[in-house]
C-alpha cells in the first residue's frame, strides 16, 4: 500500500483548497467463494480489489473520491479532484502522522484464505448431504461458502494512522422441498469474523444443512397464514431484525442528524416499553459484525441506544456528528468497501435479555402466532413505517404452539412497536446478516431472547 | 492501463500455464455526483474504478477471479487463482469459450460527455431548493442528487473474439418527506435524465397526497399496481423465467415452455434495444449477440433464458442472456418489460370498481420467494371507491403467488414506464389490474 509520506502528501493535497479535515482510506480485500448446487461445485471464485477513498470536510460539506489506481499519480490526481470541488485558501495543515494499533477482539486460528479449495469443498459437500438425506422430499440443494480477508489503513489530517485486518467466513445453506407442483424453501446461514474454524470447531456444517432442510419440510407441509392482527411471539436470534428494522435503522445519525427519523430529539424519554433494554455492542469477540476499528478507525464500541425503554444516544459517525451538538462519534462509522464513503451503522445489535420465562411468553398468548424464525426486512426511517418476514411460523392457541403456518408478514411503525414488546426472555442468541444502506452491504449480527408484541399487523391470506 | 495491455499481458501468462481456454472481461468506469439536503450541498463525490474477470476453462468448467490490480505480479496471481478455480469443478454445467456471432446489433446508446461537477451541483441545488420552497409541509431532511456515470466494457476470449461497449447517463434522486402535525409520508423519484432536463418531480405532490392516510380492511379485493411496483415484482421474481432455474427445479416453469401461464393480455418481452434504453448492450456475457426476444406471448411461455452453458444443459439454444459480466456469469435480463394493454389508468381503476392502488411496496427481497411463487409485502396506496383513486390508506400487505398473479392480470394500462438501469438491466411495466389480492391490514 502507500508509504506514509505519500499518504501525508495526499493528505495535504487534500486540504489545500480550505478543507478542514481529510481522511484516506486504503483497502486490501480478497473474497473468495464457493457454490453448490445440484450435488455439484458449480461456481469458485475469486477476486482481490485494492483503492483508495478519500474525504475531505469543509464544515457541514463532505467530498468523497475513490480510485483503484494507487501509483503516485493515481492517488495525487484524486486528491486534486477532491480538492478541486472547494476553492479557498487553506486553512489547516495535516498533523504529524502517529501509528496507532488497535486491540484485536477477533482472533484468527485458521487463515481461510490460505487454505486449499478441497478442504472448504469437503465442508461444503458437508452441509450439502446432509441436507439431502434429511427427507425424500428435498428436491434441490445449494450451499455457498464465503471467505473475505480485508486489510483496511486509516489515516487523517489529525494525525491518526492506524490498521486492521478483518476475517470474516461464513456458510449458507438454502434447502427447496417439492410435493407435486408446490416448492417450498429454508435458509441457514451462520458467519462469524474468524477463520476457518468457524465451521470445523463451532458450526458443524451438516447441522447447518440439516437445519435448512427441517424449515423447508416445516414450510412445506404448512398451511397459509392469515391476515389480520395479533400478537406474536418472536423467537431469539436472528429475531432480533426486528429492533434492527423497526428501531435501530432510525437510530443512526444518517437519519437523526438530518431530522429524518422519528426519534430525534428524544434522548432521555420513554421511548420503548420498560422491558427494553437495546445495545449496539461491536466488541463482541468473534461476532460478525464486531469490529477493532470502525471504517473511520475509531475503536469498536459497546453502545446502549435504549434502557429500561429511556432512549440513551444513536449510533453516530464523524461527519454526522457535526451536525448533532453535543454528541460524539460511538465507533460506528462502517462501509462496503473503499468505493463508499463511511456512515453510522450497526454492528452487532440486540435486545438484552430480560426477565420472563419462554413458557411465560407462549403462555400468555391465547391466539396469535409464534415466529420461530424471521426473514429479512426493511424500514422507512422517516416515519418507522416497518416489515419484515417470517420464516419459519407457528399458531398459537391457548397457550400452546400448533400447526405451521406460512407467507406471514409483520408491519408496523417503529416507535409504536417498540413499546408493544411487554415480554422479554432470557436467553439471548444472535443471527447473521447483511445490512444495506447508503456506504452499501455490511456484515452484521442482529439478537435478542424471545419476546412478545402485544399486537401486530400480520401479512398473509 | 489500457485493455490492450492487459490483454497482451494475460494472453502471455495463459500461454505460459499451457491455458488454452479462457475470457477476459474488462470495466472501467467513473463517476460523479453530489447531494443536497436543508438546502445546502452535504457531499460530492468522484469515482474511478476498473476490474478485470478472467474464466478460465479447465475440462469444461469455468473458474473466475477478479482483481483491480493490472502490474504483472496480480496478473498471474489472478490467472493462477482461476486455473485453480476451474480444476474443482463438477457437474453438467459446462463453460464454453465462444468464437462470436455471425452479427451484432447496432445500439443506440446516446454519446455521452460527463457534465462539469459545477454544473451538477448547480442543479442539485437549483432541485433542492425547488424542492422545499414547493411547499411548507416539506421538511429540510428531503433530498436530492444528481449524478452521472459512464463507462466501458470489453470483452475478449482466447478464440480471437473481441467486443466493446460504451454507455454513459446523467441520473437524478429526488426524496420529499413532508410533515403534517405528527403525520409523516415520504416519495422519491429517481430516473435518467439529461442535466439540463432535470426539473422537479413529482415526489412533493405525491408525498402530499399521502398524508391523511386511514386503514383499510382486510379482505379479497381487486387491486392496480402502480407501474414502480409491478416493476420491483418483475424483478423479485424474474429468476423464474431463467432456464437453468428451471432445470434445477428453483422455478416452477420447468418444461412449461409452450404452455399458458398467464392471462391472454401478458405479454412479456426482454429488449437489449429498447429505444428508450440508455444502457443497450450488442453482447451477452458469453460474447453471444443479444436481441429482442418474447418470452411470454399472449400468456403462452415462448421460452425461458438461457446462455450458453444452461442452454446445452437443457438441449436449448442459448437465448444470449449470459451475465452479470464481471465475476462468475449466470443469466442476466436486458431491458425486461410487460408490454402495455389498451387501458387508460382511469379505464383501469374504473373496471377495478371497489379495490385498492397499490402505490409502493417494500421489503421484497425478503417477503418474495421466487422457489415458491410466494409473496407477502408491505404496500401503500390508495382506496378505489366506485371506480375512482379515493382517500389514501395507512400501511397494509398483500400476499398471493406470483404464477397465480400472471393468471390474475385483466387489463394493463397504455403506457410502460421503465425503472433507470443496473449495470446493463432495468424493468418495465406499465400499471396492471389484478383480478384480486389478499389485502392484510
Known sequence: M???????????AALATGADFAEVFLETTE????????????RISGDVVSGMGLRIYKGLRAVYGSTGDLSRSGVLSLAANVAGVFAEAPTVAAVELVERIPANINPVKIVPSSIPNKVKIDLVKKANDAARSYNSEISQVMVNFMDTDRRIWIANSEGLYTFDRQVRTRMAVSATATRGTENQSGFHGPGMQAGLEVFTETYDPAEIGREAARMAMVNLN?????????????????????????????????????GVSEFCGKVGQQVANPKVTAIDDGT????????????????GQRNVLIENGILKGYMID????????????????????????????MTNTFIAPGNDEDEDIIGSIEYGLYARKMGGGSVNPA?????????????????????????????????EIIKDIDMVGKHLAHGTGMCGSVSGSIPVNVGQPLIRVAKITVGGR | MEFKQIKQAIDEICADRGLKDYKLVFSRGSELSASACGREITETAIGVSSVLTLTAVINEHGGSASTNLFDRENLERMVDMAIDNASHLEGTNKCRIFAGSPSYGKTSNPAYTEPAMKDIIAKTLEIQNQMLDADARVQSGSETQVGCESSVLFLANSKGLCLENRTGYTMYYQSAVVKDGDDVKLAYDYKVQDLDKIKLDKCVSEAISKLGALPTQTRQAPAVFSSDCMRQMLGAFIQVFFGRNAYLGLSLLKDREGQKIASECVNLIDDPFEPSGVAQIQFDADGVATYRKEIVKAGELKTLLYNLSSAEECGKQTTGNSGPFLGSAGTMVFSL????????????????????YIQEMKGLHAGANPNSGDFSIECAGFEIVGGKLDHPIKSFTISGNFYDLLNKVKALSDEVEFSPPHGFSRFGAPEVLVESISIGA
Not at chain 1, 508509504?3 to 502528501?9: A, G, M, R, V
Not at chain 1, 461527519?319 to 462496503?336: D, L, S
Not at chain 1, 411460523?393 to 408491519?411: H, P, Q, S, W
Not at chain 2, 418489460?337 to 385498492?356: I, P
Open chain 2, 337 to 356: 418489460y410487460l408490454d402495455k394493454g389498451d387501458c387508460s389508468k382511469d379505464e383501469l381503476y374504473a373496471r377495478a370498481g371497489d379495490g385498492v
Open chain 1, 383 to 415: 416515519n418507522g413505517a416497518f416489515n419484515f418476514s417470517v420464516a419459519e411460523c407457528y399458531i398459537v392457541r391457548n397457550g400452546k404452539i400448533f400447526e405451521a403456518v406460512r407467507g406471514a408478514t409483520l408491519i408496523g411503525k417503529g416507535s
Open chain 1, 2 to 12: 502507500l508509504n506514509k509520506s505519500l499518504i501525508n502528501e495526499v493528505l495535504g
Open chain 1, 31 to 42: 473474497n473468495r467463494g464457493i457454490g453448490l448446487t445440484d450435488n455439484s461445485v458449480h
Open chain 1, 222 to 258: 404448512a398451511g397459509y397464514c392469515q391476515a389480520g392482527s395479533y400478537p406474536v411471539a418472536i423467537e431469539n436470534a436472528f429475531g432480533g431484525v426486528i429492533f434492527h428494522e423497526a428501531t435501530g435503522h432510525s437510530l443512526e445519525a444518517t437519519q437523526v442528524a438530518y
Open chain 1, 318 to 345: 464523524t461527519f454526522n456528528a457535526r451536525r448533532m451538538e453535543g454528541f460524539k462519534p460511538t465507533g460506528n462509522a462502517r462501509r462496503q468497501n473503499f468505493q463508499f464513503a463511511p456512515t453510522s451503522r
Open chain 1, 284 to 299: 463482541i469477540p468473534n461476532a460478525w459484525g464486531s469490529i477493532n476499528i470502525d471504517d473511520e478507525g475509531r475503536p
